[in-house]
Structure formats: C-alpha cells, structure tokens
C-alpha cells in the first residue's frame, strides 16, 4: 500500500446516552447491551490501528527494496538510507536493523526487520521484534504477491504474530489492485488475546500517474474480518461502504463499517464525508457518539492477566 497513513488508536469521548422506561428491568438490560457493544466496537477499532501501523511498517522498507538491493550489493549496508527513508517516522538513532538477501539479482528475496526491544517513533509509539517480508517478483508487476511474517511483533506492548499475504494485480498506469488476506494475533498487556482473519481489497482510484509522489492517491477499501477473542467474544465486521483513504492523510476520511455479532448489527462506525479529520461517529442502538482517533489503549473487561510479553531480540 502506497500512502503514508497509520491509523492510530481509539477512545470513546461522547457517551451513549440512555433513554429511561417504565420497565425498569429492560432499560438496564439494554443500557447494559449498548455498553458492551460499545465497548467492543471501540476495542475493534484499537486492534484496526495496531494492525495498520503494522502494516505500515512492512509497507516503508519494503517498497523501497530496489534501492536497498542496490546499497546492499555496492556498499554491504544502507543506514543512512533508512534513516532517511523513516526520518519523519523514527527518532533519531531509532531506525530497525534491516537485513536483505541480495545474493542473486532475482527473485524471491527476504527482507528482514529486527526491531529489538525499543524502536521509538516520533510520535512516541514503540516498536519491537521481527518482520519478514518475502517478495516474489518486481514491485507494481502483475502476479507478484509479498509475504509479512510478523513474530512477537510489539506495537505499545501489543504483541502480533501471524501472516499477510498480498497479491498485486494490474498494470499501475491505469488499473492497480491489492489483495490482502490475513491471519493475525494481538495480544494485550492485560492478557487479551484477538485473532482476525480477514480479506481486504485495495483499489487505487487516483494517483497512479504519480508513483513517486503518495501524497495525491486516493484508495478505495472493501472487505471483511472475523474476530474471536478470549473475553469468548466472537463477531464479523464488514465495510458495507467503502472506505477511502488518502495519501495526504492519517485516517480514513470517508465509508462505513458495521460490526455483527450472534447475527445482529451491534454497531457501525461511519468515517465521514471526505474530509481529513480525527473523528468518527459510531451508532450504537440507534445513538450517535463521537470517537477521536490517536489516543489510548482500551481496557478490557472480565480478562485475566496471563500471557503477557517481555520484549527483547530472540
């Protein structure tokens, strides 16, 4: 994916508000309901971020592997390329160690990202642990699918293991596609463990003619992800509108996504109309509540504390 955007985390700033009834009992029951479906649409939303700065990450280097095969075969090293290349992205001295088969000039090639156990960003967020990306053909070429292998892989000491796989179809003049399937684990500092599996297509509605400069692609998002998590928590969430992000921005600006769980819609999060901004509404029973993007990590309730990860090179 060819933009600069790293979607961040959510909180919830504007509460459900709760009609009152005669049936005392209902009301609780469903002010109750329209909690924990908040709760849940929220949580969702933080793994969504965690995964896409996750994926940004296996984007930035790897888009970049002609220049780092070239470095690698002249000079057996490119650090003052990757500090470039992330220099509005890491802080100083912050860059992963990066690692590239160059042996043959064909391919497939790996690429290899060690964070250690501290990556800084410039937005104070910290990385860790290991990316692998397998690419099997040139970049932008029809049939070329890349690989990420994501082990102990940390976002803010949410850990991610699992797999991408991405296949590129088009002749990026005119047409340009991604097809995304994934099968990943996050898991929380709370012990809260989500795997999602998913399918996603990408299809670059503007900005093809501009390869070099991502600041004018616009992309349209279709799909679907099912969740399970160890709350025992289990449900779908499809874009029913697409989403639209653009180059020049952190955040989907526009398209609806609706969550289902035990067969019924428990919420949907609408991204608005066009227009770059760190807001998001999210329905929940019929009610209208404003979620601002960037912010903390989700509490979770009924999760116990096993399972956490220390973080280090392996």
Same mark, same amino acid.
């Given at each position: ?91 100083? !001295? ?28 410039? !937005? ?177 309730? !009924?999760?116990? !504390? ?9």
């Amino acid at each position: 994916m060819k933009t600069t955007v790293f979607f961040a985390s959510l909180f919830l700033v504007i509460g459900l508000a709760a009609c009152q009834s005669k049936d005392e009992t209902s009301s609780g029951s469903n002010v109750t309901s329209s909690l924990k479906s908040t709760e849940i649409t929220v949580n969702d939303t933080h793994v969504e971020g965690i995964a896409c700065e996750s994926q940004y990450e296996a984007d930035l280097l790897s888009n970049s592997e002609k220049m780092l095969r070239y470095l690698a075969n002249g000079y057996g090293k490119f650090n003052k390329y990757v500090h470039s290349k992330g220099g509005l992205r890491y802080q100083i !001295n912050h860059c992963p160690d990066v690692v590239i088969d160059t042996a043959e000039a064909g391919y497939p090639i790996t690429i290899a990202l060690n964070y250690g156990d501290s990556t800084v960003l410039k !937005n104070g967020r910290v990385l860790s642990g290991k990316v692998e990306i397998v690419i099997s053909g040139p970049k932008n070429t029809d049939g070329t699918i890349r690989s990420i292998t994501y082990t102990n892989f940390s976002v803010d000491s949410v850990v991610i293991n699992g797999s991408v796989s991405e296949l590129f179809n088009g002749d990026n003049t005119s047409t340009k596609t991604i097809s995304l399937t994934d099968e990943l684990t996050f898991l929380y500092p709370d012990g809260t463990l989500y795997t999602r599996v998913g399918k996603r297509v990408n299809n670059w509605l503007e900005g093809l003619d501009t390869e070099l400069d991502p600041e004018d692609d616009k992309i349209e998002i279709t799909g679907d992800v099912s969740v399970t998590n160890s709350l025992g928590e289990s449900y779908s969430k499809t874009i029913i509108e697409p989403l639209i992000r653009l180059g020049s921005c952190k955040y989907y600006v526009q398209g609806i996504t609706q969550i289902t769980m035990n067969s019924e819609v428990i919420s949907s999060i609408n991204y608005g109309n066009g227009d770059c901004d760190n807001e998001a509404t999210i329905t929940v029973a019929g009610v209208d509540s404003t979620i601002v993007l960037n912010s903390g990590m989700p509490k979770h309730s !009924n999760s116990s !504390n096993s399972g956490q990860h220390k973080k280090g090179k392996k």
